[in-house]
T-cell receptor
Framework: SQTIHQWPATLVQPVGSPLSLECTVE??????LYWYRQAAGRGLQLLFY??????ISSEVPQNLSASRPQDRQFILSSKKLLLSDSGFYLC?????????????FGSGTRLTVV | AQSVTQLGSHVSVSEGALVLLRCNYS??????LFWYVQYPNQGLQLLLK??????LVKGINDFEAEFKKSETSFHLTKPSAHMSDAAEYFC????????????FGAGTRLFVKA
């Protein structure tokens, strides 16, 4: 069966520090991968999505970047964190051409920038 | 472009009472509709989905939703609330706009009173 792993679960980082969040999927090949951010009391904001290795689409210009170095690995990064980067970050996957069947989400990373 | 509106950011019901969470959508093409549930500090879990088959869709934990095209609605119901249903619920719409794109609603937090 397919599983999605996301880590770390929580992270407290100072302003100006770098960030690296990792997401991996098991049990499937060539998935679509997504990074969402959920701010307190708000819905989900799509940050990046990827349909293949090295293929990244950015939905919102910001202080973050994403990379997909391997088929089932998706990384969210920042060189210098801002206070506004705080939030709950969720990784998700869907089968290629099958987003009409919904997404599977990871357990999320709570990022607090101090 | 599509959009999703969830009516009521907070809904409170008594244990054993009917749960009704409202979702209205807008889409210029046939939509695919979803409900997800999120427990505190966890990722989203797919509850149910409408993918153009039966208009009444049954999901996990006795939740169901009915697609009403004339009302552009996809409300989520459960006959009898349990304390364990307390969570945040997200409605989402996926539609083809040169590629499949998914939009999430802002979420409705469900409180269940003993």
């Amino acid at each position: 069966s397919q599983t999605i792993h996301q880590w770390p679960a929580t992270l407290v980082q100072p302003v100006g520090s770098p960030l690296s969040l990792e997401c991996t999927v098991e049990g499937t090949s060539n998935p679509n991968l997504y990074w969402y951010r959920q701010a307190a009391g708000r819905g989900l904001q799509l940050l990046f999505y990827s349909v293949g290795i090295g293929q990244i689409s950015s939905e919102v210009p910001q202080n973050l970047s994403a990379s997909r170095p391997q088929d089932r690995q998706f990384i969210l990064s920042s060189k210098k964190l801002l206070l506004s980067d705080s939030g709950f970050y969720l990784c998700a996957w869907s089968a290629q051409g099958a987003s009409i069947y919904g997404y599977t989400f990871g357990s999320g990373t709570r990022l607090t920038v101090v | 472009a599509q959009s999703v509106t969830q009516l009521g950011s907070h809904v409170s019901v008594s244990e054993g009472a009917l749960v009704l969470l409202r979702c209205n959508y807008s889409s210029s093409v046939p939509p695919y509709l979803f409900w997800y549930v999120q427990y505190p500090n966890q990722g989203l879990q797919l509850l149910l989905k409408y993918t153009s088959a039966a208009t009444l869709v049954k999901g996990i934990n006795d939740f169901e939703a009915e697609f009403k095209k004339s009302e552009t609605s996809f409300h989520l119901t459960k006959p009898s609330a349990h304390m364990s249903d307390a969570a945040e619920y997200f409605c989402a719409v996926t539609a083809w706009t040169g590629g499949f794109k998914t939009i999430f609603g802002a979420g409705t937090r469900l409180f269940v009173k003993a």
